[in-house]
């Protein structure tokens, strides 16, 4: 698929009003997306597990305006309360997906929105938020044109909500999401997600992630600064490299479930992501000292109890600890008695992979 076929042909259909819901997911990935080029294309393919209780429920309610609009006419709301501060980032959204929906401006939209975790937690309430927005203005396109497959659906939704956010585009179908193109992945595309199309061990099918709020705050670095910081990176052509050298090694590792080999990635992973920010200019640390505690707790504990827990971060200080199923009565015990104490409030979220977003309405 090209940016091209994303542009729609005229509408068959007219409709005048209605309303949409959508339920999407956060995502986690193992192999990270940092540094993007021109109109969101990702540096380096990533993968990501999707999650399942983390997720963005967003309602899209839609009225025909008599005449097209000459601006996006659209409010927005959070848990039942306007909220302007998101307004410019939709209008962004709205601006760079205009001409693949071109309805865009011909309608006026309430979106209200709620998520099952703390805005810019950390946690990545942009890829559940902007996927699940995504979903429910294909829904309208698939209203106008009835005749679309799923296929081009899924496609397109992931296509608009990496416009979104880049990470969004992976939190649509699938509980292991590749997006980037890849040598070793026919499908993989740019543009859009994929659903992972090789072998996964049933280990990795239900895997387990328990996410530790040790800073609830505001992020310290968005993404766009984060992502803009790999341009002129001195290590950005061998990070770049790496991540398709990692996606090719996790290939065996998903087939044969060799859970002490993904452990190296994941955790190599999340380290360069930060090792990547503390090199570049100007620099930045994103961890806090209470998530280097957990870490060498997570070690200790992996080193004596012989369980397969480990880590990964995003970018910021949050925690994410990833475990097969088959040990979780022994690694929430820990969480509850070890690691707890090093989140604020005590607070954690106990989630797991998921299959991806849900029409609720
Ligand atoms: O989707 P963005 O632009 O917020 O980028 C997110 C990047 C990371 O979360 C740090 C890594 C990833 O692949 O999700």
Known sequence: MTEKEFIPSPYTKSVSSGKTTYKSPSNIALVK???????????????????????????LSYIKLDTPSAIFSFNVSLDGKKEEGFKPKIKTFFERVYQYLPFLKDYHFEIETSNSFPH???IAS????????ALCLME????LNPKMTAEFFNQKASFLARLGSGSAARSIKGSLVQWGEHADIDASSDLYGVEYPHKVHRIFQNYCDTILLVDKGQKQVSSTVGHDLMHGHPFAEQRFNQAHENLSKLQSIFETGDIDEFIGIVESEALTLHAMMMTSRPYFILMKPNTLE???KIWAFRETSKTHVCFTLDAGANVHVLYPENEKVEVEQFIKDELAQFCQNGQFINDHVGKGAQKIN
Do not use: D, H
Not at 33 to 59: D, H, M, R
Not at 126 to 133: D, F, K, N
């Open 33 to 59: 997306y940092w540094g993007k080029k021109k109109n969101q294309i990702p540096a380096n393919p990533s993968i990501s597990f999707t999650l399942s209780e983390c997720a963005t429920v967003t309602t």
């Open 120 to 122: 810019s937690s950390g």
């Open 126 to 133: 942009s890829a559940s938020g902007m996927s699940a927005l």
């Open 140 to 143: 309208i396109e698939r209203n």
């Open 294 to 296: 957990i870490i060498n």
